[in-house]
């Protein structure tokens, strides 16, 4: 009898044993949640930092796109710059400017990611990049060269000289200029493109802090 009791005690005791208290699996749970919140927090400055140098290079292959087509087609393409605030919408579209031209590509739009717009934030250079601008306009073409013309404009015209220009004639009328790319709030962030009228070339810029309190453009 003593010897059944002894028995019945250890099985129950055993099964006991074999499952987990409501203590542990809260403890786990926590930690898991934990782990996950730790997880996604670390991935936000990486998917941030990938949507801003997406919006960089597409503006980049965009325009060197269409300078390439222009030459290669031998006639005239557009590249239009464009912002709206509600809701946040920023697009680059390039189009050949020949009406009913069958081309290799015709008109295409490209969107930024949301978080990511043309933007020329407060404490930039007070020189542009390449010297176009005053570091003050987000969308800044029509420049005739480096700190001459009055720049302002939003849409460029690749010619089939290689060329960029102020219409779509391409009668020598270079527009060059810089159009800012970042995040709102996040100064170094700040991406900068800048065309030359005359030959039609672009140059990718990066926002550093030069460690003296200010701010310079460095070239990609």
Known sequence: MLMRSLGKNVGQS??????????EMTM??????????VSVMSLVPAMQQYRLSNAYNTTLA???????NAVSQRTSYSVTFTTSVTPLIN????????AGFQGDQNTVTYTLP???AFLAQTGLPSTG???????TTAIDFGW????????GSNVIYFCPD????????????????????????DLLSSRAITLWGGTGRVHGWRLYSNGGGGYQWLRQ
């Open 162 to 185: 290689g060329s960029s220009q102020a219409a779509s004639s391409c009668a020598a009328n270079w527009s060059g200029g810089v159009v800012y790319i970042a995040r709102n709030g």
């Open 91 to 98: 697009t680059i579209t390039v189009a050949p400017t020949l």
């Open 14 to 23: 055993r099964h006991r044993g074999s499952g987990f208290s409501l203590i």
């Open 129 to 135: 990049p390449d010297g176009f601008g005053a570091g």
């Open 28 to 37: 786990v749970l926590a930690i898991s949640i934990i782990v996950s919140v």
């Open 62 to 68: 965009a325009m060197r796109q269409a300078r390439d």
């Open 144 to 151: 005739t060269g480096s700190g001459t013309g009055s720049g």
């Open 114 to 116: 949301t978080d990511v």
